[in-house]
C-alpha cells in the first residue's frame, strides 16, 4: 500500500506561488481521490513531492513498499507548459432541490443527464475556462397532488432540460506527470427546459429558458498520454423557475437546481 | 310582465307561448320514500343488499297512501320528519325478541315483522305515535338501540327560472360541441373549459354509471290517466309523460323509484331531476338543446322525492278534495338510504344529491358511508339557506367523509352565490347559478328538462309532463351535478377510488377568496379540464 504523506512542503515553489496556497485545501480532497484510487489501482502508490506536490509513484507501488516515498536532490520544478484542454463526455446524477415535485412526476427526485463539456487549462497560471452541456429527458406523468396524496392522471409527461454552462476556475495538477487534477470553479449555466404532454393546449406546455449559477469540484486522474477519467461534484441553483404553478406549486418548490454527481471520461492536453 | 317561452316540444317541436311572469320558486320539492322489503322474521341484520318488494298495485296504493298521509301530517304539525316514522338500527347481536322488548319500550302496536328494512336500519311506522323525535329518544335510550332518528324530510335546493328559453340559432363556434344552446347559454361549462376537458376524457366511458337520487327522470313514453282534483271537483285527467329528448333512452339503466310508484318504473313529475341529470349527461353534440358535461356515461335514475302532482295524485285516489301548498315536496330520509344503497348495489360508481335538510341523521350517514366504502364517489348540495341564517344542511355536513364532497355555488363572476351555504364543511364550489337578469342566460343554469309551466300549479290542474324545453334553475342542486359529472370523466379516465377522486377534484380546483381552503368557497372551484389533464412540474 501506498501512503498519502506530507514529507514536507518546499519553500520555493515558486510554480505555483499564491495559487497552491489557496487551493491548499484542495490537497485534503486530493487525499481522499488518491484513497479512491487505491481502490481502483491498488498497485499504485501516490506520494508527495519535496515541493509540496502531489506524486504518482508507480515503482514504489510495484515494489510493495508501504513507506512514504521522499525525492531527494531538491525540488524538481516541471517546465511551465503552454495552454491546454479539456474535453469530455460526461454522465450526471442529479439530486433535485425539488425533489418532492420530481418525485411526484417522474417516480425519482433525480434526474440523469449525458453531455459533455470542454475546457481551456493553464489559462493563466492555474485558471481555466470551463464551457459544457447536458441533456436529461426524464419520463413522467401529470398528476394532481391534494396534501400528501399523489394522484397520477394517465397522461405521460415529457420533460427536457438542457443546460449550457460557463464557468470559471482553478485548478492544479500534481505529480511527477501531473496526472493528478484538482480544480474547483464557479459560473452560470443557461437552462433551456420543456414540458410537454398530449392534450396539451395553448399555454399548457413549458419551453423556457432560465439563467442559474453553479459551483463545481472535481478530480480527475490522466491516464497514459491524454485519456483523463475524473469524478466532480456541482451544486446547480435556478431560483424561481418553477413553483407558480404545476405540481411544483403544490409542494413549494420553486428551483430547478439540484446537486449534481459527475462522471467524465475524455482526453486532455 | 310578459314572457316569452320557447318550449322543446318532445319529439323536437317547438312551441311559442306567452306567458305572464311568475316567481315560479320551486325552493323545495320533497318527496315521499319508498318501502323496501320487510323481513319475514326480524332475525339480527348486518349489512345486505336493498331488496325492493314486489308490490302489488294495492300495496303500492296502500304504501303510498300512508307515505302522503305522513307528508300532509308533517305540514299540519309543521315539522320536519314524517310523523309516527323513526329509523332505528338494533346493535349487532340484537335477537328478535330483544327487538320486540324494544319496541315495546315505546307502548306501540307495531311488532319486529312490520318493521321495514333498509340494510340494517329498521323503518319504524305508528301513526298513532307523530312525534317521532319524541319516539327516536326513547327508543335510543333502549340499550340494543344503536340509534334511532326520526325519518326526516330532505329538500330540493333549487329555483327555477321564471321563463324557458327559445333555443338560439345561428354559427356554431368552431371548438364546442353543436348543440345549438351550448355558446350562448351554457356559461357555467365555458367558465369550466369544459371542451378542453373533453378533449381528454369525450364525454366519459358508457361503462361508468351515475346515480341521480332525486325526483326522477322520465324512463318510458306513456299516459297516466288520473283523477285529480281541478278546483272544483274531481276529474279524470290524461297525462303524457315523455322521455327526454336530449339523453337518450340507451344510456338510462336501472331505474328505481322508492317513493311513488315503487317499481323500475320511473316518472319525474317535477323536472328538478331531469335537469340534473341533464348536467350530468345531456347528450352533446346532436344538434340538439344543450349538452352534459358526462354525455356519454349511462344515468341510473333513483327517485326518493316527489311533489306536488303526486300527492295530489294520491289524494284524488283517495277521494280527499282540495289542493296542497304548490311549492311543496319531500324527500324522506328512508327513501334517499334505500335509493343510495340499491345505487351502490347495482353498480352506480357516482351518486348525485342534490337535496338537503337541518336535521343531521345517521342513517343517511352510513348509507353514504357504506356507498364510499364499496368504491362510489358522492356528492351532495351544500343547500340554499346562506343567506337564510346558514345552518348546517344534511348530508352536505357529512364532507368529512373522504370521496364524499360538499358542493356550493357560483355565479357567473365565480363568486359565491349569494344563496348558497358555506362553512367549515364546505369542500368544493360549482357554477349553481345566480339571478342576474342580463344576457340571455341571466345567470342561471340552463339544460334541458320538463317544461316547468306545464306543470305549475298556478298556471294548470291539468299537467303534462311530455314537453321539455331549455329552462333555467339556479341552486346548489345544480352545483352538484357538475361535480358529479367531473368525478365521471375522472373515473372514465381511470380514476376509480372515490378517496382519489375527491383528492384530484380538491388538487386541481382553482382557488377562489383567501389563499388555501377557506369556509367561503372551500377548495375552490372544480375545474373539469385541471382534473383531467393534471399538472407537470412547471405547469
Not at chain 1, 484513497?35 to 519535496?50: F, R
Not at chain 1, 480544480?183 to 449555466?189: D, E, M, S, V
Amino acid at each position: 500500500m501506498g501512503l498519502y504523506s506530507r514529507a514536507r512542503r518546499s519553500s520555493d515553489s515558486e510554480s505555483r506561488g499564491d495559487g497552491n496556497r489557496v487551493l491548499n485545501s484542495c490537497f485534503r480532497c486530493a487525499g481522499a481521490f488518491t484513497l479512491a484510487c487505491q481502490l481502483v489501482w491498488p498497485t499504485a502508490t501516490l506520494a508527495q513531492g519535496s515541493d509540496g506536490e502531489l506524486t504518482f509513484d508507480v515503482r514504489s507501488a510495484q515494489s510493495g513498499s508501504t513507506a512514504p516515498v521522499v525525492r531527494r536532490g531538491g525540488p524538481q520544478v516541471p517546465p511551465r507548459r503552454g495552454v491546454g484542454y479539456r474535453l469530455y463526455f460526461a454522465a450526471d446524477f442529479t439530486s433535485m432541490l425539488a425533489a418532492d415535485t420530481f418525485a411526484a412526476v417522474t417516480g425519482s427526485s433525480h434526474v440523469t443527464a449525458f453531455g459533455g463539456a470542454a475546457e481551456l487549462l493553464r489559462v493563466w497560471r492555474g485558471l481555466f475556462l470551463h464551457g459544457g452541456a447536458t441533456y436529461a429527458a426524464p419520463a413522467g406523468e401529470r398528476v394532481v397532488v391534494f396534501n400528501d396524496t399523489v394522484v397520477p392522471v394517465g397522461i405521460p409527461l415529457e420533460i427536457r432540460m438542457l443546460p449550457i454552462e460557463a464557468a470559471a476556475g482553478w485548478r492544479i495538477e500534481t505529480g511527477r506527470t501531473r496526472a493528478v487534477g484538482a480544480y474547483a470553479a464557479a459560473g452560470l449555466f443557461r437552462l433551456g427546459y420543456r414540458e410537454s404532454s398530449a392534450f396539451a393546449a395553448t399555454g399548457d406546455e413549458v419551453d423556457k429558458s432560465f439563467t442559474g449559477y453553479l459551483v463545481l469540484a472535481g478530480l480527475d486522474l490522466t491516464m497514459g498520454k491524454r485519456l483523463v477519467a475524473g469524478i466532480e461534484g456541482q451544486y446547480r441553483s435556478v431560483p424561481n423557475a418553477i413553483g407558480q404553478l404545476g405540481a411544483s406549486r403544490a409542494y413549494g418548490e420553486s428551483d430547478l437546481g439540484g446537486i449534481t454527481a459527475r462522471v467524465l471520461i475524455g482526453i486532455r492536453k | 310582465m310578459r314572457r316569452i317561452l320557447l318550449t322543446v316540444v318532445a319529439g323536437l317541436s317547438v312551441v311559442v307561448l306567452a306567458r305572464d311572469g311568475l316567481e315560479a320558486q320551486r325552493a323545495a320539492r320533497t318527496l315521499p320514500a319508498v318501502p323496501v322489503a320487510a323481513p319475514s322474521t326480524a332475525v339480527p341484520r348486518g349489512p345486505s343488499p336493498v331488496v325492493v318488494q314486489t308490490s302489488t298495485d294495492s300495496v303500492v296504493a296502500a304504501e303510498r297512501a300512508a307515505r302522503m298521509d305522513g307528508f300532509a301530517e308533517a305540514r299540519r304539525l309543521g315539522v320536519n320528519y314524517v310523523p309516527g316514522e323513526v329509523l332505528l338500527k338494533f346493535k349487532r347481536g340484537t335477537t328478535v325478541a330483544a327487538q320486540q322488548r324494544v319496541l315495546a319500550a315505546v307502548k306501540t302496536r307495531t311488532t319486529t315483522g312490520q318493521l321495514r328494512w333498509i340494510g340494517d336500519v329498521a323503518r319504524f311506522v305508528d301513526r298513532s305515535l307523530p312525534y317521532s323525535d319524541q319516539t327516536a329518544a326513547l327508543l335510543a335510550l333502549q340499550s340494543e338501540v344503536e340509534f334511532a332518528q326520526p325519518n326526516y324530510i330532505r329538500r330540493l335546493p333549487a329555483r327555477v327560472s321564471p321563463r324557458t328559453l327559445p333555443m338560439p340559432v345561428g354559427a356554431i363556434p368552431e371548438g364546442v360541441p353543436n348543440d345549438p344552446g351550448y355558446a350562448d347559454l351554457q356559461w357555467n361549462f365555458s367558465i369550466l373549459n369544459m371542451p378542453r376537458a373533453w378533449d381528454i376524457s369525450p364525454g366519459g366511458s358508457p361503462g361508468i354509471i351515475v346515480a341521480v337520487v332525486d325526483t326522477g327522470l322520465t324512463t318510458e313514453n306513456t299516459t297516466l290517466v288520473r283523477t285529480l282534483w281541478t278546483g272544483s271537483r274531481f276529474e279524470s285527467v290524461t297525462m303524457p309523460f315523455q322521455v327526454s329528448p336530449d339523453l337518450a333512452g340507451s344510456r338510462v339503466v336501472l331505474p328505481r323509484d322508492f317513493v311513488f310508484e315503487l317499481g323500475t318504473r320511473v316518472l319525474d313529475f317535477d323536472g328538478h331531476g331531469t335537469h340534473v341529470a341533464s348536467t350530468i349527461a345531456e347528450d352533446a353534440n346532436n344538434a340538439v338543446g344543450l349538452a352534459g358535461i358526462a354525455y356519454q356515461v349511462k344515468i341510473m335514475p333513483v327517485k326518493v322525492c316527489t311533489g306536488y302532482w303526486e300527492e295530489m295524485i294520491d289524494r284524488a285516489s283517495r277521494g280527499i278534495p282540495g289542493t296542497i301548498p304548490p311549492d311543496f315536496g319531500e324527500c324522506p330520509v328512508d327513501a334517499i338510504v334505500a335509493g343510495i344503497r340499491y345505487a351502490v348495489d347495482n353498480g352506480a360508481k357516482i351518486i348525485n344529491l342534490s337535496l338537503g335538510g337541518p336535521d343531521s341523521s345517521q342513517a343517511e350517514f352510513e348509507a353514504i358511508q357504506y356507498a364510499v366504502q364499496h368504491g362510489v364517489f358522492v356528492a351532495a348540495a351544500m343547500g340554499n339557506s346562506g343567506d337564510e341564517g346558514n345552518p348546517t344542511e344534511y348530508p352536505a355536513g357529512f364532507a368529512a367523509l373522504t370521496g364524499f364532497m360538499s358542493v356550493g355555488s357560483t355565479n357567473k363572476a365565480q363568486k359565491r352565490a349569494v344563496y348558497s351555504s358555506f362553512g367549515a364543511h364546505l369542500e368544493i364550489m360549482a357554477p349553481g347559478g345566480e339571478f342576474t337578469g342580463v344576457g340571455d342566460d341571466e345567470g342561471y343554469v340552463w339544460q334541458m328538462t320538463l317544461d316547468p309551466f306545464d306543470q305549475d300549479p298556478h298556471l294548470t290542474n291539468r299537467p303534462r309532463f311530455d314537453r321539455y324545453g331549455v329552462i333555467g334553475y339556479l341552486g346548489t342542486s345544480m352545483a352538484t351535478p357538475h361535480v358529479a359529472g367531473t368525478a365521471a370523466l375522472l373515473m372514465s379516465r381511470g380514476i376509480t377510488d372515490p378517496k382519489l377522486v375527491e383528492a384530484v377534484i380538491k388538487g386541481s380546483a382553482l382557488d377562489l377568496g383567501p389563499a388555501g381552503r377557506d369556509d367561503q368557497f372551500g377548495y375552490g372551484l372544480v375545474q373539469p379540464r385541471a382534473a383531467l389533464f393534471g399538472f407537470g412540474v412547471a405547469r
